[in-house]
């Protein structure tokens, strides 16, 4: 019997009605493709066209081998039911990931087709778990974990939670999952297994590399980088729960300009709509946005405002965009996916006609006006069950298709923004998939508590970000719920968390704040309320000024943090590293989840539990360091108690970097 062949370069083995196919997709990497009882379906979800590699491929009876640069892949054939099991190499002969094996009289299955009805499969991948790999990656989940080795997690987005099912492995090598299918991955002791509930095939993308930053850039080639991020996205943003009208906004403005402090960006949050789905300034108490965003603008603030999905069956747009099918459809039952101030359902980014139609809107009723800059809420979309397979769109059924939903939102803006001629585009968005970056995507970390457990969390999940592919990435500072701005306590934690933004890839205030004021319309109807103060002023004279003086700190750094964003442009590398990606060959690196560089020279460890004055902090082997705040030398390789005041945090510089840093942080 024959099971393997060559075609157009690629290995593909048939036995059985499965047809298997390796392709060399970039240096250094493979595309595996499988499908049962039809042939292999062209297109991708998110891999670019890669650059032309010739592989070598060698075949046997029952083995073959293809080879591209630093990888091979070897397919073995058990002749107990001609299963096939497929192991990947590296140059050097080590193994860096293998299919679980069948298993003689146990007759496992390495890649399950399990027929729907209806058509499609729902698909388990299987994997040879090695129990000494660290795992990294995958997007953002809210824990407190930076190895992923054990962990259980669900491809789905939900709000605060962004599944990017890409990882980078310590053994040598990154695995894309390239299914947006709705699913789960389990990284077990025992084996590895992927798992999409509606799929017609099997395909993931592998590459080997010697180093971290090789493997990243490996992605970065494969599914796209980000633009060069604007001017206005280095500086200091500010935000909150919200400003409801426009005097609001321009007394902020003016309040920030006659301080003398620098804001890059001033953010209109939400319900500054009169419904979901009108897509602009609701003239009651916006009565002239258009002047509003002129005067703030000439003092060198952008204005970002709000977008939201969401369309209210009361909107004005309503009618027309089901009529048109621009609407996400529910299986069966009434269209309602959210009941916020009403009863929504989501606009349709997965429909170019509904792209078309949506930028139009707000082309018109925002970007005409003079706004360059959106930020696009609710971008999972946020399902109010999150019964992912209720839903349809245009581009097929939410369980088989659903992930890339917030890629798609984010396209919609930068291509209408492209259209314009506009080319410096960052759009703040909730959500992310694979590819997302490439449209300009900067990503915060959803609706979190202010509570330093939730702190520690999104220093792992900002690490975890930049390994999957996206450099642009923020939270809010502070935390979004539960913040009481008389709170000593909250007082506290804000400022080390503005700290820890002053060293994020964008540094951004925001939060519900409490307590909050009700607000009524001159109809009589209640509308979204507005939280209390969030500005520097706010939280009393000694706060002010260490607030004040991170954001001349982020300022001093403008420079450095612009060189950061051209290394993410042009290689995909992350703004915000993992000790491992600047030092690989320490192995402690590895492990450490609440420290991080700040690009190749800044060593950040913020100080994340309540009323803490000091924390240890490793340095790693292989360089010095310079304490940003004293100017005292320290010896990699080694751990320190580090002493830090509520007006500063542990900052180190590789030694003879950055010298402007130091005594001011």
Known sequence: MQFFEELNGSLIFRENGETLMVTPWGPDSFRVRASFLGEIREGSVALLDPEPVTAQIQMEDLRASITNGRIRAELKVNPWGNALQMTFYNQKGEVLLAEIPNGGALQKKARHFMPLPGGGYHLKASFVSNPEEKIYGMGQYQQETMNLKGCNLGLAHRNSQASIPFYLSDLGYGFLWHNAAIGEVHFGSNTTEWVAQDTDQLDYWVTAGDTPAQIEEAYAAATGKAPMMPEYGLGYWQCKLRYYNQEQVLSIAREYKKRQIPVDVLVIDYYHWPRCGDWRFDGEYFPDPEEMIREIQDMGIKVMVSIWPQVDWRSENYQEMKQKGLLVKSNSGVDVQMIFHGNNVFMDATNPRTREYVWEKCKKNYADLGIRTFWLDEAEPEFTTYDFGDYRFHAGPVSRIGNIYPREYARLFYEGQRSQGQEDIVNLIRCAWAGSQRYGALVWSGDIMSTYEDFRKQICAGIHMGLSGIPWWTTDIGGF???????????????????????????????CRVPDEQIVNKAGEVREHTGAENEVWSYGEENYEIMVKFIGIREMMRAYTRSLMEEAHEKGTPVMRALFYEFPEDKVCYDITDSYMFGPDILVAPICHEKA??????????????HAGTGETYEGGKWYEVEASIDTLPVFLREGKQEYLIGKI
């Open 613 to 626: 004055m000091s924390r240890k902090v490793y340095l790693p082997a292989g360089a010095s360091f310079v």
């Open 481 to 511: 719920h539960g913040g009481n701005i008389h709170d000593g306590g909250f007082k506290e934690l804000l400022i080390r968390w503005f700290q820890f933004g002053t060293f994020c890839p964008v540094m951004r205030m925001h939060g």
